[in-house]
């Protein structure tokens, strides 16, 4: 969700607001350097609180400058190695009826001591076991609290009760750090915040990360001046006071004005940490000045910790029932995956699904050795250019958003099905990747005034003066990926990974076992070419000696049986031959170029001038053929094939051929080029039931010698041929009236 102010808001997030070189003004503030404690800067009310002015205090130790029993305490509280657990030191400054009970808050700065004063209930402010029983109560009701809603609620009601303030706000951080009330517990007759968002303009970076550092913040009085820091006259500090962790740290101007424009007098905020990042604030107002002690702020911070242990371990319960409920559905998945002999139906079928990785409508899984999709996903060719995309702008990282149109415009067109995408890559480069899709969510949200104006413009900026409910609907956004999703992503991607690895490892280990049968292979089909003919050879030979030889001696019956067994000698030789050259064909490399098709038909036609005059048959070419990518002699071999058939099946007594192509897919549906080649003719045609079996090695629908025989291995070939260049064979017939064979050359072939 984009939320933009109409001018510039980057000043108010340059802003050192740690660096401000005032203090508020119900207290003062010395620094301290050096080993005897020297005052190098003092708040310019020290006569207030110390009785002497500024200029008194600044070059001298501390030693001088608190009474005896004062410094004493002091003195006592820096020796410790962590200053901050000394707090607060009880003193009494001045003597008599002057004498006045403080609060002395420590806390060491880089090389400076920072001592801050403030006002002390004489009877030492709220007692001890009543707030030790206000926490407990807290406790209490946080544990029982069913809802995060609940929880925030008692947390807000409990604050209040301590400290009285008029309003006070459980207020939660979202990843763009926009805030919205969740928790609320406000007077009678004071304005309700509850459900109401607020931008992230309104607690820039800057004070988030001193919200972060401070668990609590008092402004006790907006309108009271600030108390500017004085160091010695010429000295000229080295660098600002750097005030991060000062209890008196100034209020920017700007935050001074927005609280008034809200009507609100004094504010305190208590940090909500989630580990180590602000989850949220519990933000209180009051509609008059209004100061808290030590120990009220002590009770409140103390709440402010235990609401952020609740508020983080349930989000660790959350997220470990999360992980379990992930883990289990990925151990699925990878077990179906590894089951699967194509691994990638075992995400797109089944329950759990890929879906169910990380709560998606829709999961594309896009590999270069295929694609995978369930749900609703964007097309085939949308996603390829988001992953051309994904590839430029996230490389080799996880990838995630809930506004994809934001960041990536034509994403518009598809917003329905893909406003929100979570990606992850699988390879180096990434070029392949599991994408989860979330669909387009209207949100209809209710801001304090008009987020678009967060600034008044005039002579300077200044906050917005309108906390009414101003109400906006978003587009282009999805539900948000929780973190425990992006976690099973990432983890599902390391799964994945492993499965293909292990596929990649046995599809390895299948090559090489293929790799030594087809050794094998080439050692029998050698065996059979070679050693097997020559017996066959021997056969034949000694076969017709005994014919030539005695053949005036043997009766008709014997001679016939001997030719016979001459005859089916051939047979064997022909038959061992085409299984020789099958075998070969599935293993030779081709040999891709530009091929004129035209040119080799003809050529192929020359070659076969003998056999096509001896059977008249005429060859027909209705149009030039095109140019095509394909093995020349692989090709020419295909076509030699079925244009001897188209001669040699055939009956009629003017026989013709004919070579050509279509202009476009045919209406069998199952070319896929643009184009498919084809070989039609005249003669005798093929029985419907045959279509199949034709293509089968050693298979004959005639008798032995009918139409001069052959060996059956040839359409065998043409097949294994064409499916070799990524293509398809098929026929059309129609039994006395002639067959066509069509044959395409796979997508890469082009055509002209």
């Not at 067109?413 to 992850?424: P, R």
């Not at 897919?665 to 199949?692: C, M, Q, T, W």
């Amino acid at each position: 969700m984009n939320v933009s102010a109409s001018v510039d808001l980057s000043a108010c997030d340059r802003e050192p607001i740690h660096l401000p070189g005032t203090i508020q003004a119900h207290g003062a503030l010395l620094a301290l350097r050096g080993p005897d404690f020297t005052v190098v800067q003092a708040s310019a009310n020290t006569a207030e609180w110390f009785g002497q002015e500024a200029v008194q205090v600044l070059g001298r130790p501390l030693s001088a400058v608190l009474p005896g029993e004062a410094w004493a305490r002091v003195q006592a509280a820096l020796g410790q190695v962590e200053l901050r657990t000394a707090n607060p030191v009880r003193l009494t400054l001045g003597e008599g009826a002057q004498a006045r009970p403080v609060n002395a808050l420590l806390h060491r700065q880089e090389a400076v001591v920072i001592l801050e004063v403030e006002a002390r209930d004489a009877e030492g402010g709220v007692g001890a076991l009543d707030l030790f029983a206000q926490v407990r109560m807290s406790m209490t009701r946080f544990l029982n609290a069913a809802t995060l809603e609940q929880l925030c609620g008692a947390a807000a009601e409990e604050i209040r009760c301590v400290t009285g303030f008029d309003r006070v706000m459980v207020y939660r951080f979202d990843a763009d750090w926009h805030g919205e009330v969740i928790g609320e517990a406000v007077r009678e007759g004071v304005d309700s915040f509850l459900g109401l968002h607020f931008p992230a303009s309104d607690i820039p970076a800057q004070a988030r990360r001193l919200y972060e550092q401070n668990w609590l913040r008092l402004i006790p009085n907006v309108r009271a001046p600030a108390v500017p820091l004085v160091a010695a006259r010429g000295a000229v500090p080295d660098k600002p006071l750097d005030l991060s962790f000062a209890t008196l740290r100034s209020v920017s101007p700007v935050h001074l004005e927005y609280l008034r424009n809200m009507e609100v007098n004094a504010s305190m905020s208590i940090s909500i940490m989630q580990g180590e990042r602000l989850w949220g604030l519990i933000a209180c107002h009051h509609l008059a000045a209004r100061w808290l002690s030590y120990e009220e702020r002590a009770a409140c911070e103390f709440i402010g910790q235990l609401l952020s242990g609740e508020v983080s371990a349930r989000a660790q319960r959350a997220h470990a029932e999360a992980q379990a409920r992930h883990g289990a559905i990925q151990a699925q998945l990878v077990q179906r995956m590894s089951r699967e002999e194509r691994f990638l139906e075992g995400l797109s079928s089944g329950t759990p699904s890929l879906l169910d990785v990380v709560s998606a409508s829709g999961a594309t899984v896009w590999l270069e050795q295929g694609r995978a999709s369930v749900g609703r996903t964007p097309s085939e060719a949308q996603t390829q250019e988001l992953v051309n995309w994904l590839g430029q702008v996230a490389g080799e990282s996880l990838f995630q958003t809930d506004s994809l149109p934001g960041t990536y415009p034509p994403a518009a067109a598809f917003a329905e099905v893909a406003s929100g995408l979570l990606a992850v890559p699988l390879s180096t480069p990434a070029t392949q990747w599991v994408l989860w899709f979330r669909p387009e969510v209207l949100q209809s949200i209710t801001w304090a005034g008009n987020p678009h104006k967060p600034v008044e413009e005039g002579v300077r900026l200044s906050p917005r003066k309108s906390f009414a409910a101003w109400q906006e609907t978003v587009h282009h956004t999805a539900l948000r990926w929780k973190s425990e999703e992006v976690v099973a992503a990432q983890e599902f991607r390391g799964a994945m990974v492993g499965v293909v690895l292990r596929k990649a490892s046995e599809l390895a280990r299948l090559n090489a076992e293929l790799a030594r049968s087809n050794e094998e292979l080439d050692a029998f089909t050698y065996i059979a070419s070679h050693d097997l003919k020559e017996p066959l050879r021997g056969i034949q030979l000694y076969t017709r000696f005994i014919i030539e030889d005695a053949g005036d001696r043997l009766d008709p019956e014997t001679r016939e049986r001997l030719s016979f067994i001459q005859k089916l000698g051939v047979r064997m030789v022909e038959l061992l031959e085409g299984l020789f050259h099958y075998s070969r064909m599935g293993r030779i490399q081709l040999s891709v170029k530009e091929t004129d098709l035209q040119e080799l038909v003809e050529d192929v036609v020359t070659t076969l001038r003998g056999r096509l005059e001896e059977t008249k048959t005429e060859v027909r070419i209705p149009r030039r053929l095109p140019t095509v990518r394909c093995d020349l002699l692989r090709i020419r071999e295909v076509l030699a094939n079925l244009i001897s058939n188209a001669a040699k099946y055939n009956d009629k007594p003017e026989r013709w051929v004919e070579i050509g192509f279509t202009d476009s897919v045919v209406p069998s549906g199952k070319a896929e080029a643009g184009f498919a080649l084809y070989v039609r003719d005249n003669g005798i045609g093929i029985p419907a039931k045959h279509h199949k079996a034709v293509f089968e090695m050693f298979r004959r629908l005639h008798a032995e010698e009918a139409y001069g025989g052959g060996s059956g291995v040839g359409l065998a070939i043409v097949q294994q041929v064409i499916e070799r260049h990524g293509g398809q064979v098929w026929l059309e017939s129609t039994p006395g009236e002639g067959t066509t064979f069509f044959f395409t050359l796979g997508p890469s072939a082009g055509g002209v």
